[in-house]
């Protein structure tokens, strides 16, 4: 019997360790195989040519993905720019003012948007946003735009990226003890100055990662953004303009454009840049969580 | 016109004796306590269906050390949040009655709020530094009213963590974070930062139960020390220190208030079998 204990013991903890190790060679594999795999162009080409040559004609030989890179960017800060104000008013109201049949209404909310396929949010976006964009937003600014546009893509990825981003920071703002924001008032601060002083520098290392992951989630969401954004290769300042993220330019080409020379190379390519730019990412705000939790 | 102007006078004279009179006997009149710091008449909480205070009247007196004494969960936490409006944040409390600080209705009290908290220090269960270095901490008071004159906000930091006998420990560190101070230092600080917005009362919420002995000690002759300028308000479910430390004695149960009185007379002569009951089962 004693053995038998014993044996599990050893055996359940065998397996733990075999399901980390698992996950902890996923980036790593993912990362080499991609590597490997755009080894030829990588050969071919300099790194700054690929990275900063704006030509993109394949089946010249040109491949620079700087428009694609630019997209991408432009795409997530607009995204970020858009989510990051209304989940942080909407987790304060939340966490500190709202009645809890609100939140506990709200939670369910965000757990319907989180759930809804990005294919959905995608047609929404065609149905909505483009037309909101080409034949509203832009008379506005007296710009011409059908709509399929940077700005389209940044507002959907905004709304794809709220549930995620809202529900960390609630959880975080949870978690700064009732204590903390007792200290603060029987000091004689007001409810506000007590969120800016101490639930929000409390909270930071919180609010950091929660904006590092939605970044993250924003650069590399393909599907409902390459729906809207006009897929044009293009260097743009313009808002109105399409552009071409890079994920949308591996999924609309990947399997089919594979005949030219080096094209299947330089999506894989395209496929390791995207990993490397999440990875950095997620360092950045890691190194941003560090220095914040230190006073 | 001599006349008239005479007749004036006297009228205003007349004027400024009746008023006197009147305001003599309303000083004689009006119904002064013993001097509290704190009147509290008929105050009611209930958590949604849960009476958790019942009609609960108590005078605290001034300068002197009240312990809110009681076995946990009979309401002595939310009749110390009561006194500085910490219940407003839990939306499912209901509050009825009447608080008098200093004679001023605080509980019904529209007006500011934060300046009525700010009356009283709060010391509680765990240290709650804020997340900044220790003399940031230490500054919270002067930078929510707006205070930049560097000069007294030193003068005062250096006061008041000499009152609390943290001064010559952290003086070599103010800027760093207090998280690297041990509990009972963290909780002189807490006492320490409150102590910079000038409290007339401090509200202790079971100060040293998270300390080791030699640091509620200190916290305890702290209290001892500083009951000259403050009235000290604390709640403890622990017989000894409410011995040790008490000038007078709160016993609570169930949302009652049983007995109050002198330490002495409570735990040498208790009326009510809640306090016997206590007093048997805590030795």
């Known amino acids: 019997m004693r053995l038998?204990?014993?044996?599990?013991?050893?055996?359940?903890?065998?397996?733990?360790?075999?399901?980390?190790?698992?996950?902890?060679?996923?980036?790593?594999?993912?990362?080499?195989?991609?590597?490997?795999?755009?080894?030829?162009?990588?050969?071919?080409?300099?790194?700054?040519?690929?990275l900063f040559s704006s030509e993109w004609l394949p089946s010249e030989g040109k491949f620079g993905f700087l428009p694609f890179i630019i997209s991408s960017i432009y795409v997530t800060i607009l995204a970020f720019a858009f989510s990051v104000p209304i989940c942080l008013l909407t987790a304060i109201y939340l966490s500190e003012y709202a009645p809890k049949r609100l939140t506990v209404f709200m939670q369910t909310v965000i757990d319907i948007l989180a759930g809804i396929p990005s294919v959905v949010y995608g047609m929404w976006g065609i149905l909505v946003i483009?037309?909101?964009?080409?034949?509203?937003?832009?008379?506005?600014?007296?710009?011409?735009?059908?709509?399929?546009?940077?700005?389209?893509?940044?507002?959907?990825?905004?709304?794809?990226?709220?549930?995620?981003?809202?529900?960390?920071?609630?959880?975080?703002?949870?978690?700064?003890?009732?204590?903390?924001?007792?200290?603060?008032?029987?000091?004689?601060?007001?409810?506000?100055?007590?969120?800016?002083?101490?639930?929000?520098?409390?909270?930071?290392?919180?609010?950091?990662?929660?904006?590092?992951?939605?970044?993250?989630?924003?650069?590399?969401?393909?599907?409902?953004?390459?729906?809207?954004?006009?897929?044009?290769?293009?260097?743009?300042?313009?808002?109105?303009?399409?552009?071409?993220?890079?994920?949308?330019?591996?999924?609309?080409?990947?399997?089919?454009?594979?005949?030219?020379?080096?094209?299947?190379?330089?999506?894989?390519?395209?496929?390791?840049?995207?990993?490397?730019?999440?990875?950095?990412i997620n360092l950045f705000f890691r190194y941003f969580i560090y220095k914040s939790q230190k006073i | 016109m001599i006349i008239t102007l005479n007749d004036t006078i006297m009228k205003e004279e007349k004027i400024q004796?009746?008023?006197?009179?009147?305001?003599?006997?309303?000083?004689?009149?009006?119904?002064?306590?013993?001097?509290?710091?704190?009147?509290?008449?008929?105050?009611?909480?209930?958590?949604?269906?849960?009476?958790?205070?019942?009609?609960?009247?108590?005078?605290?007196?001034?300068?002197?050390?009240?312990?809110?004494?009681?076995?946990?969960?009979?309401?002595?936490?939310?009749?110390?949040?009561?006194?500085n409006r910490l219940t407003d944040l839990d939306k499912e409390l209901y509050v009825s009655g009447n608080i008098f600080i200093n004679d001023e209705?605080?509980?019904?009290?529209?007006?500011?709020?934060?300046?009525?908290?700010?009356?009283?220090?709060?010391?509680?269960?765990?240290?709650?530094?804020?997340?900044?270095?220790?003399?940031?901490n230490m500054t919270y008071g002067f930078k929510l009213k707006g205070i930049r004159d560097k000069k007294l906000i030193n003068y005062n930091v250096e006061l008041r963590l000499k009152e609390v006998g943290l001064w010559e420990e952290v003086k070599d560190r103010l800027h760093s974070s207090p998280d690297k101070l041990s509990i009972g230092q963290q909780q002189r600080l807490c006492l320490a930062r409150g102590l910079t917005v000038k409290?007339?009362?401090?509200?202790?919420?079971?100060?040293?139960?998270?300390?080791?002995?030699?640091?509620?000690?200190?916290?305890?002759?702290?209290?001892?020390?500083?009951?000259?300028?403050?009235?000290?308000?604390?709640?403890?479910h622990v017989l000894r220190q409410a011995h040790r430390l008490a000038d007078n004695v709160v016993f609570m149960s169930d949302g009652e208030i049983f007995e109050q009185g002198s330490p002495n007379k409570l735990f040498k002569n208790p009326e009510t079998q809640e306090l016997k009951k206590y007093l048997v089962d805590g030795n």
């Open chain 1, 130 to 280: 483009v037309p909101f964009v080409g034949e509203t937003l832009a008379p506005m600014f007296g710009v011409k735009s059908h709509g399929y546009s940077i700005l389209s893509g940044g507002m959907v990825l905004a709304v794809m990226c709220i549930p995620y981003i809202l529900s960390m920071l609630i959880e975080t703002f949870k978690t700064v003890p009732n204590g903390l924001k007792e200290a603060s008032l029987s000091m004689g601060a007001t409810r506000w100055e007590t969120i800016k002083h101490s639930i929000l520098k409390k909270g930071r290392p919180g609010i950091i990662s929660a904006f590092g992951l939605g970044l993250a989630k924003a650069f590399g969401e393909t599907l409902a953004v390459m729906m809207v954004v006009g897929n044009v290769v293009n260097i743009t300042a313009n808002p109105f303009d399409s552009g071409y993220p890079l994920p949308a330019l591996i999924a609309n080409n990947y399997g089919e454009m594979l005949s030219i020379p080096m094209y299947d190379s330089a999506l894989m390519f395209a496929a390791f840049l995207l990993l490397i730019v999440i990875l950095f």
């Open chain 2, 17 to 83: 004796l009746d008023f006197a009179e009147k305001l003599d006997f309303e000083t004689k009149n009006k119904q002064i306590p013993e001097n509290p710091a704190v009147t509290i008449s008929n105050l009611n909480v209930w958590a949604s269906k849960h009476h958790i205070l019942k009609n609960v009247e108590l005078k605290i007196p001034k300068n002197k050390i009240t312990v809110l004494l009681g076995p946990s969960g009979c309401g002595k936490t939310t009749l110390l949040k009561s006194l």
């Open chain 2, 199 to 236: 409290p007339h009362i401090i509200l202790a919420d079971e100060p040293t139960s998270a300390l080791d002995p030699t640091s509620s000690k200190i916290i305890e002759d702290l209290f001892k020390k500083m009951k000259n300028q403050y009235t000290i308000i604390v709640v403890t």
């Open chain 1, 4 to 50: 038998k204990r014993l044996l599990y013991n050893r055996f359940g903890e065998i397996w733990m360790l075999s399901a980390i190790t698992i996950i902890l060679l996923f980036p790593l594999v993912i990362g080499i195989a991609l590597f490997i795999k755009s080894d030829s162009i990588v050969s071919s080409y300099s790194l700054a040519e690929l």
């Open chain 2, 105 to 136: 209705e605080i509980l019904h009290a529209k007006k500011d709020i934060p300046e009525i908290r700010r009356k009283m220090g709060l010391l509680s269960q765990k240290p709650y530094p804020l997340p900044v270095s220790i003399y940031k």
